[in-house]
């Protein structure tokens, strides 16, 4: 089979996203997002994510298919997230996915989203080609999670996650509590500008030896985020102004040095010399500069794909479809549903059994 | 599975209309252009309707023959919002996918059309769901108009479940917990064809997303 054309779906939380793929070679990457509608209440509201979906879907598929060039005739399967994300969110896409795969009469991939943020990498123009094994960093405003890559197809382990918050909600809490608008996270990088990032000296969550023990490769940003309220508001009842600057400096780089520090011990553990990085909170821009100063001193290679393929997006979806595809595996039944704690071992959900005359579909 | 057609043939003798309907279980059929059923499949399960969404969709292909489908009647609710937007959303793809056009009809009006039609129900009579949180949606028909579809008295509203009757003021009460999507395809169709339009684009979501705009950061004390 020729590299094959994937239309993928992707509403797992605030972005719609419709990426169209052939094989490797991404051809549209159409994202509707709803971030604005969420500003107002300072974090996605799922209830509000669920209904922009729900409009954005047809449009999207639309305008990705004109900038593709492609017809819905010539694709050779739909792909769609069936989770971990926001559950009311993922149904309207896997509703959408079903009724276009019966309607075409095409195959249905059903994928993990988080394994979907790694395939985005397999996207990336003029790269060398995803090495295996590889640990993989993804953080965004949903999730936070260290992965151990030996297969994007088949083989992938989940060595930690956060416990509490995602980093990427950490810095939407921090932002408020610093005045600073929703999405947190670029608010929070311009405010660190001029900031000493040692003039506070904030926790590293499930870093103290004691943890690291039971949560070497887990995530916690609770507790930091209530060590900033804890210093704002001391500063507030001494009467001095809170110094936005340094706060925002010194709390980003307590999430960087954790995320970029665990990550790195993964890589050593291991024996795992690359570090892939994914999600939305990759465009932040310290984490970056750190994740790529400590990996070089510490020989490890990291790879970081273009931003638009960083964020939710539907091409990472089917991309990750095409690489099921190519491997021989078969389309997923329609009886999958959303699920919204998917494991990152499941990923693709409800592969169809083999047909009883023995002919792979 | 080959018939996928952009070119609407009003004359096209095999003509379909596909119905999909999620606001209460999941239900979907295909009729012919007279209103006749040519394949039905639903489930009345309240929840789990991402998950057979697409079987009954294949099944009603497969059940109904040869004929080219139309248009896509989708039901628009009211309903519980997560279930109801999954059959919008994939009525509208499946819709795309043949690039035929969609007709949205609010729900109870296929629970009416059963009413009248099937049970011979006469006179004024209500249509109340569920609408979860202790709530039930009612809208008030009586009989059919010119067009053949249930004529509106009074639209729908959301009361507290325990208030329903004092709201109904003695008009025969219809409790509904499943709809026919065959009765909702033949009110699109004739919707469709006296050329008039029964809901708008957005879900008859009936109440505003359950948020509430953030206060000043709580204290955490030191
Ligand atoms: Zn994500």
């Given at each position: ?216 490769y887990d995530f916690s940003f609770s ?139 | ?54 079987d009954l969709l294949q099944r009603v ?162």
């Amino acid at each position: 089979m020729s590299a094959p054309l994937v239309l993928g779906i992707e509403t797992s939380c605030d972005e719609t996203g419709i990426g169209i793929v052939r094989g490797r070679t991404l051809l549209s990457n159409t994202i509707a997002s709803s971030m604005d509608e969420h500003a107002r209440y300072g974090g996605v509201v799922p209830e509000v994510a669920a209904r922009a979906h729900l409009e954005a879907l047809q449009p999207s598929i639309e305008k990705a298919l004109s900038e593709a060039g492609v017809g819905l005739e010539d694709l050779d399967a739909v792909a769609v997230t069936s989770g971990p994300g926001l559950a009311g969110a993922l149904m309207v896409g896997v509703g959408a996915a079903k009724g276009l795969a019966v309607s075409l009469g095409k195959p249905l991939y059903a994928v993990n989203h988080l394994v979907g943020h790694i395939a985005a990498d397999i996207l990336t123009a003029d790269s060398e080609p995803l090495e295996y094994p590889t640990i993989a960093l993804l953080v965004s405003g949903g999730h936070t999670s260290l992965l151990h890559v030996r297969d994007l197809t088949s083989d992938v382990e989940l060595l930690g996650e956060t416990m509490d918050d995602a980093a990427g909600e950490a810095f939407d809490k921090v932002a408020r509590l610093l005045s600073l608008p929703y999405p947190g996270g670029p608010e929070i990088d311009r405010a660190a500008l001029d900031g000493d990032p040692a003039a506070i000296r904030f926790p590293r969550g499930l870093s103290r030896a004691s943890d690291m023990a039971k949560h070497r490769y887990d995530f916690s940003f609770s507790g930091l985020k209530t060590a900033v309220a804890r210093w704002v508001e001391r500063c507030e009842a001494d009467g001095v102004e809170v110094p936005v600057a340094d706060v925002a400096a010194s709390f980003r780089e307590a999430v960087v040095d954790v995320l970029v520090t665990k990550a790195l011990a993964a890589c050593a553990d291991l024996g795992v010399p690359r570090l892939l990085l994914g999600g939305g909170v990759i465009a932040n821009r310290r984490l970056r500069e750190v994740a790529v100063e400590r990996a070089e001193a510490a020989g490890v290679t990291v790879r970081i794909p273009p931003l638009s393929l960083c964020t939710d997006n539907g091409a990472m979806i089917a991309a990750l479809a095409a690489e099921l595809i190519s491997s021989g595996r078969r389309p997923s039944t329609l009886a999958f549903g959303a699920d919204s704690t998917l494991p990152v071992t499941e990923i693709q959900v409800a592969e169809s059994a083999v047909p009883e005359d023995g002919d792979p579909a | 599975m080959s018939q996928i057609s952009g070119v609407m043939n009003a004359d096209y003798p095999g003509r379909v209309i596909l119905a999909v309907d999620t606001s209460l279980g999941t239900a979907v059929a295909l009729i012919d252009a007279d209103g006749r059923s040519r394949a039905d499949a639903a489930t009345v399960d309240p929840l789990g309707h991402a998950e057979v969404i697409g079987d009954l969709l294949q099944r009603v292909l497969d059940g109904a023959g040869a004929g080219e489908i139309s248009h896509v009647v989708a039901g628009m609710g009211p309903g519980p919002f997560t279930g109801l937007r999954i059959g919008i959303a994939a009525a509208r793809a499946f819709a795309l996918g043949r690039a035929i056009p969609v007709v949205p009809v609010p729900s109870h009006f296929a629970a009416a059309l059963t009413a009248i039609e099937t049970d011979a129900v006469t006179g004024a009579f209500a249509i109340v769901t569920d609408a979860r949180r202790r709530e039930v949606a009612i809208t008030v028909f009586d009989g059919v108009d010119g067009d053949g579809i249930p004529s509106i008295v009074a639209d729908t509203f959301l009361v507290p479940r325990v208030d329903a009757d004092t709201h109904l003021d003695g008009i025969r009460r219809i409790d509904v917990d499943s709809l026919s999507a065959v009765d909702l395809a033949r009110v699109g169709a004739r919707a469709n064809a006296a050329g008039r339009t029964l809901a708008g684009a957005e879900p008859l979501y009936l109440r505003a997303p359950d948020v509430s705009l953030p206060g000043a950061p709580k204290r955490v004390g030191s």
